[in-house]
């Protein structure tokens, strides 16, 4: 059963990539923790808040999922959080002044026509957040690269913490999802590993051969689906939004009407 995922972000305990080694992941592939300038989400819809997850990659903007932001009724209902927001009611959010966004419905998620992106400009700048200066379109991992990937997910339902899990890349086609605009991990050694209810617009890091340096390469946009603890789990492949196939349109967006309030 293939759903989006809707990801908030949330923790009490940080642990960022660049502390992890690749290797780490042969012994523990899940660890509590975030990952470079995760950031919760919350968008207000007309019945419900949805929550996902994004990244910061300036002060000012986050990358998060498409699908998340699509039913907004307006851009200030996004509100972008440090990602300890839920461990601490009294955490500030910061809303959204602008919001661009791609997303072409549930029924085309990892099809070869279905697009998942949203980048969403904060009203003013994040306390210490920077611009990512790694270079985030140097395309998605090639198959059998290890990558990493965060988000609350159902844990957040019950527990004040962030999930790192710990990917190698795959062939998207063996679970039907086809286009250069997304790419496929499953978990290196709990194949089930992966995303989860709530994860939807979280990072996705790859490794490079050194085992050290790392890139933020995607988004998380779908996963082939099982109930658990009240919302839905991986059953084994997440599907994540290149960022580098839409690397026109964010720099078109990030240079035009995001560039300011």
């Given at each position: 059963?293939?759903?989006?995922?809707?990801?908030p972000?949330a923790?009490?305990?940080?642990?960022?990539?660049?502390?992890?080694?690749?290797?780490?992941?042969?012994?523990?592939?899940?660890?509590?923790?975030?990952?470079?300038?995760?950031?919760?989400?919350?968008?207000?819809?007309?019945?419900?808040?949805?929550?996902?997850?994004?990244?910061?990659?300036?002060?000012?903007?986050?990358?998060?999922?498409?699908?998340?932001?699509?039913?907004?009724?307006?851009?200030?209902?996004?509100?972008?959080?440090?990602?300890?927001?839920?461990?601490?009611?009294?955490?500030?959010?910061?809303?959204?002044?602008?919001?661009?966004?791609?997303f072409?419905?549930q029924?085309?998620?990892?099809?070869s026509?279905?697009?998942?992106?949203?980048?969403?400009?904060?009203?003013?700048?994040?306390?210490?957040?920077?611009?990512?200066?790694q270079?985030?379109?140097?395309?998605?991992?090639?198959?059998?690269?290890?990558?990493?990937?965060?988000?609350?997910?159902i844990n957040?339902?019950?527990?004040?913490?962030?999930?790192?899990?710990?990917?190698?890349?795959?062939?998207?086609?063996?679970?039907?999802?086809?286009?250069?605009?997304?790419?496929?991990?499953?978990?290196?050694?709990?194949?089930?590993?992966?995303?989860?209810?709530?994860?939807?617009?979280?990072?996705?890091?790859t490794?490079?051969?050194?085992?050290?340096?790392?890139?933020?390469?995607?988004?998380?946009?779908?996963?082939?689906?099982?109930?658990?603890?009240?919302?839905?789990?991986t059953?084994?492949?997440?599907?994540?939004?290149?960022?580098?196939?839409?690397q026109?349109?964010?720099?078109?967006?990030?240079?035009g009407?995001?560039?300011?309030c």
């Amino acid at each position: 059963m293939k759903i989006f995922v809707a990801l908030p972000q949330a923790l009490c305990f940080l642990l960022l990539v660049s502390e992890v080694k690749a290797d780490d992941y042969i012994l523990d592939e899940d660890k509590v923790g975030v990952l470079p300038q995760q950031v919760y989400i919350e968008i207000k819809k007309v019945s419900k808040v949805s929550r996902c997850t994004g990244t910061m990659i300036t002060a000012h903007i986050a990358i998060t999922a498409g699908h998340c932001v699509s039913n907004r009724t307006k851009d200030s209902d996004v509100m972008v959080y440090p990602p300890q927001k839920k461990c601490n009611s009294m955490t500030e959010g910061i809303p959204a002044c602008k919001v661009e966004h791609q997303f072409t419905g549930q029924n085309t998620g990892c099809t070869s026509s279905g697009y998942d992106i949203a980048l969403v400009r904060l009203s003013k700048g994040m306390s210490g957040m920077s611009t990512i200066t790694q270079n985030m379109y140097s395309g998605p991992p090639i198959l059998g690269s290890r990558t990493v990937m965060a988000g609350t997910g159902i844990n957040n339902d019950d527990k004040c913490q962030s999930l790192i899990s710990y990917q190698t890349a795959v062939d998207c086609a063996e679970d039907g999802y086809y286009g250069s605009q997304w790419y496929c991990t499953k978990g290196i050694n709990n194949t089930t590993s992966g995303g989860c209810s709530g994860d939807s617009g979280g990072p996705s890091w790859t490794y490079a051969i050194n085992g050290n340096d790392k890139v933020l390469t995607g988004i998380t946009s779908n996963i082939d689906g099982h109930p658990q603890g009240g919302g839905y789990c991986t059953n084994g492949v997440t599907c994540f939004s290149n960022i580098a196939f839409y690397q026109t349109w964010i720099e078109e967006n990030m240079a035009g009407p995001l560039a300011r309030c």
